[in-house]
């Protein structure tokens, strides 16, 4: 089946600290990946996504580079501001097995100035 | 233009009531998904459209949850007699299209949140 798992919360950082949330999936075939970031009061965003292996992803600072031999699709981001605190998801959309979305379990960034 | 609107926002229901959570997609958006997210979990997939017909249904946690769109635009979720384990955010997104083995980004609304006292 289809899943995702990422690392557990929450995580705090001191602004302009580098930011790694890991992230890895289980599927068949050749999923697209993507990370949704969640800020307080507001709806699901979009952050990247990446549709095939060796693709990277990025905006706004942040990156996830599609790692099919690891199954992983870790974000990063170099240097992290206040205005980054959210809940960030990883994501999968398989679409051999259908078109909706797969989420992890969040995890929640607080930066710190 | 628009985005996906949900309404309303915020719903209370006491114990045994029936509720209806609405979604206005994206205008020609031909595919339409609901989810639902428990604090502090990632969303869950319930059901999904593509156009009135309602391909997918094996999200819907139990026979009480019923979805519809009658028209191909507007859907209605309805939970009756909720309970207590229904209280999440109920989130509707919308796509242009779907076809097995392709993709299309979906485009989510702000969520309805639900809480059954």
């Known amino acids: 089946g289809n899943s995702v798992t990422q690392m557990e919360g929450p995580v705090t950082l001191s602004e302009e600290a580098f930011l790694t949330i890991n992230c890895t999936y289980t599927?068949?075939?050749?999923?697209?990946l993507f990370w949704y970031v969640q800020y307080p009061g507001e709806g699901l965003q979009l952050l990247l996504k990446a549709t095939k292996a060796d693709d990277k992803g990025s905006n706004k600072g942040f990156e996830a580079t599609y790692r099919k031999e690891t199954t992983s699709f870790h974000l990063e981001k170099g240097s992290v501001q206040v205005s980054d605190s959210a809940v960030y998801f990883c994501?999968?959309?398989?679409?051999?097995?259908?078109?909706?979305?797969?989420f992890g379990t969040g995890t929640s960034l607080t930066v710190i100035p | 233009g628009a985005g996906v609107s949900q309404s309303p926002r915020y719903k209370v229901a006491k114990r045994g009531q029936d509720v209806a959570l609405r979604c206005d997609p994206i205008?020609?958006?031909?595919?339409l998904f609901w989810y639902q997210q428990a604090l502090g979990q990632g969303p869950e997939f319930l059901t999904y459209f593509q156009n009135e017909a309602q391909l997918d249904k094996s999200g819907l946690p139990s026979d009480r949850f019923f979805a519809e769109r009658p028209e191909g635009s507007v859907s209605t979720l309805k939970i009756q007699r909720t309970q207590q384990e229904d209280s999440a955010v109920y989130l509707c997104?919308?796509?242009?299209?779907?076809?097995?083995?392709?993709?299309?980004?979906?485009?989510f609304g702000p969520g309805t949140r639900l809480t059954v006292l």
């Open positions: 599927a068949t075939g050749y999923p697209s």
């Open positions: 205008s020609g958006h031909v595919s």
């Open positions: 994501a999968l959309v398989n679409p051999n097995t259908g078109n909706q979305f797969y």
């Open positions: 997104a919308s796509s242009l299209g779907t076809a097995v083995g392709s993709y299309n980004e979906q485009f």
